[in-house]
């Protein structure tokens, strides 16, 4: 029998059957239908229901590492931008945006002094959109100073540093100064002169540290020189050099983001710890505030009548 005269004899005995005649695609038989919520790596990886429940909700949040950073539920006042000012968010994400074009930037740099400044040259000049690439790292590292500051400022005019916050307002403040000093250390990468002389003047001033600078107070006393006090640490050296360059290159890309992530990590759990976002502070009407006085009143009238009782039995 014919492929064609098999074909039309299931056909007609699938209408004699009272069915639907099932045609036949392709070579490869039908495929199995498989429903995702059935398979076992599913169930390992969604532990909960699908459907739109609060429970179900607050599952799909809590059992996600990366969702987990945000409340199932929050003060509806506490997420408004003229609140917040969203400076936060803000800055987490020029955070983001600064890694992503700083290690593209790695691929195009060598921390070598003779060929840090032509690297950069090279990449302005020569390679497609480096100039661009550049740039919106360059304005992300200014914009990522401006925001902390301003977020900061937030945070102190709504006194959301008080009480439960106060330790992570101090881990705010570290992040502040981890901010700073990668500024810092990425401002001597170009080895341009603008770089060279922002460094020397900063790491001048390392020599009237106390205790550790050879300048400072007690510094003498314990034995600290030009050529072992904290400038000579930082620098590699008594000038700015290739030992400066390298030194500012690994703690620019490796040391300092590090820290900075690790702060960042207990920043935002503490942030969910301490009742996350803090809303603006609770207000009462004056009208409130006239019914609750006598209120007060009446109760210290009532323990006084009651104590006056109590004594005169």
């Known amino acids: 029998m014919s492929p064609e005269d098999q074909a039309q004899a299931e056909k007609t005995k699938s209408q004699a059957e009272g069915g639907t005649p ?5 070579f490869l038989p039908p495929l199995p239908k498989i429903d995702p919520k059935d398979n076992v790596v599913f169930k390992s990886i969604i532990r909960h229901k699908l459907d739109q429940s609060p429970r179900n909700r607050t599952l799909a949040v809590v059992g996600n590492v990366f969702l987990h950073l945000h409340p199932p539920t929050i003060n509806r006042d506490a ?4 609140y917040t000012w969203g400076m936060g968010g803000l800055t987490f994400w020029l955070f983001i945006i600064l890694t992503i074009t700083g290690v593209w930037l790695m691929f195009y740099y060598r921390p070598t002094k003779a060929d840090a400044f032509n690297d950069i040259m090279y990449l302005a000049n020569e390679v497609p ?3 661009i690439l ?5 304005w992300a590292a200014h914009l990522m100073v401006i925001f902390v500051w301003m977020h900061m400022l937030r945070v102190f005019m709504t006194g959301s540093y008080k009480p439960p916050r106060e330790f992570n307002w101090c881990v705010g403040v570290i992040l502040l100064k ?12 170009p080895d341009d002169q603008l770089g060279m002389w922002a460094v020397t003047v900063g790491t001048n001033m390392a020599h009237a540290t106390p205790v550790v600078g050879h300048e400072g107070p007690l510094g003498p006393q314990i034995g600290a020189t030009a050529f072992n006090d904290v400038r000579f640490a930082l620098l590699g050296g008594s000038i700015v050099d ?6 500012a290159y690994i703690w620019h ?4 983001p590090i820290v900075l992530s690790i702060f960042l990590i207990v ?6 710890k301490d009742g996350n976002i803090s809303g603006p502070a609770p207000f009462k009407l004056r009208t409130d505030l006239e019914q609750a006085k006598p209120k007060q009143t009446m109760v210290k009238l009532v323990h006084a009548e009651n104590a006056e009782v109590y004594e005169g039995k």
């Open 22 to 26: 099932k045609v036949r695609r392709g």
């Open 79 to 82: 997420v408004r931008y003229n």
């Open 129 to 131: 959109f480096g100039k």
């Open 134 to 138: 550049r740039n919106m790292h360059r």
């Open 178 to 189: 981890f901010t700073l000093l990668l500024s810092f250390t990425g401002y001597l990468l």
């Open 242 to 247: 290739s030992n400066a360059l390298l030194r």
């Open 253 to 256: 890309c490796i040391g300092i």
């Open 267 to 272: 920043h935002f759990w503490r942030i969910r």
